[in-house]
């Protein structure tokens, strides 16, 4: 690809998600049995916003691309705990959701290339998350991070990521197996193009995840047009199997130094400095057990920060559209 990323084209039925044990005889689902009802309705902006593309990847039907693991120094390890070390600091901002029902969820992600020092084991993301559990907490994620250390270069880059509950590790794309991918055309692990410029032009990505009300299989999709990526089958969880109690729009860091040495999140400027210049999820919305889309309920969010003095919160609302946040901000490098 442009950028000297390389993907392999491989059987969609010979892919690392049936190495996973609990998937040695699981039947591939092609494509959601249906869709969240609502999905057509298209938000009216104030901004519009384009949005940022991962490259179109053009593996035959059949095949799905995978992104060569193309690190400056090979990891052998499966999990991004190891990548970031076991002893790793976290930081959060964004808004918390609790509801014992939730079965997916949508939002806008405006795209930003936050600093993250080049040397440093740190990540910095911005995603949707759903969690589950009692004691060890389940969760799927969908979003991008830069995380030099993961790939080697400091860009934007769409991941998902997931939480057994049990292995007490973080799994991403198609590093651990489990994840189903699906699409022929869509590489996780891409790099998104264009990102947002303060003050200038501004990007986003449009994310899906939902339970298929059928199959019971956690979907990601991506994009305007709704291009199905793949799947967490439902056996691989124990808590989130059945829906969500959590869910969580925002950015984080993670890593050795992400408290004592914080990268930036999103456009790594604070919220009140509001739209163009700092960075926003929008058109938030939730979908219930009948598979319908419905606005959050505002006395069950929670928007704040891990430490207010490094990234902060603001312009947090909830209207026709959805509920709306800016967040981020410079971390230690100020």
């Known amino acids: 690809?442009?950028?000297?990323?390389?993907?392999?084209?491989?059987?969609?039925?010979?892919?690392?998600?049936?190495?996973?044990?609990?998937?040695?005889?699981?039947?591939?689902?092609?494509?959601?049995?249906?869709?969240?009802?609502?999905?057509?309705?298209?938000?009216?902006?104030?901004?519009?916003?384009?949005?940022?593309?991962?490259?179109?990847?053009?593996?035959?039907?059949?095949?799905?691309?995978?992104?060569?693991?193309?690190?400056?120094?090979?990891i052998s390890s499966k999990s991004i705990d190891k990548v970031l070390g076991n002893d790793k600091q976290q930081e959060a901002v964004g808004i918390k959701y609790r509801d014992n029902d939730i079965y997916g969820t949508w939002a806008i992600i405006n795209v930003y290339e936050p600093k993250v020092k080049n040397d440093s084991k740190d990540l910095s993301a911005t995603s949707i998350e759903i969690y589950n559990g009692s004691g060890p907490e389940e969760a799927i994620v969908a979003g991008y991070s830069v995380s030099p250390s993961l790939s080697g270069d400091s860009f934007a880059r769409f991941h998902i990521s997931w939480d057994d509950g049990l292995h007490k590790k973080s799994c991403y794309d198609h590093t651990c197996p489990g994840f189903v991918q699906v699409s022929h055309k869509f590489g996780l692990g891409a790099r998104l193009q264009p990102v947002s410029v303060y003050n200038g032009p501004q990007y986003a990505i449009t994310v899906l995840m939902f339970k298929d009300p059928r199959t019971k299989n956690w979907w990601v999709v991506y994009g305007e047009d709704n291009t199905p990526v793949g799947y967490w089958p439902s056996s691989l969880f124990t808590y989130i199997k059945d829906k969500g109690n959590t869910a969580f729009w925002g950015g984080h860091v993670s890593g050795p130094t992400a408290s004592t040495d914080s990268p930036q999140i999103g456009s790594g400027h604070f919220a009140s400095e509001g739209y163009g210049k700092s960075a926003f999820i929008k058109n938030i919305q939730i979908i219930d057990k009948n598979n319908k889309f419905f606005n959050p309920d505002d006395n069950k969010a929670f928007p704040g920060t891990s430490n207010s003095f490094k990234y902060t919160v603001d312009g947090y609302g909830v209207d026709k559209y959805g509920m709306h946040i800016y967040y981020g901000g410079p971390g230690d490098l100020v």
């Not at 950028?3 to 998600?17: E, R, S, Y």
């Not at 591939?28 to 057509?40: A, H, K, L, V, Y």
């Open 1 to 74: 690809m442009e950028g000297g990323d390389i993907f392999d084209c491989i059987d969609v039925n010979l892919q690392p998600a049936f190495n996973h044990p609990l998937l040695k005889d699981h039947k591939i689902q092609m494509e959601p049995s249906s869709f969240p009802i609502g999905m057509d309705v298209k938000s009216a902006s104030p901004h519009h916003v384009s949005q940022a593309q991962p490259p179109l990847v053009s593996c035959p039907r059949g095949t799905i691309p995978i992104l060569r693991n193309h690190l400056r120094h090979p």
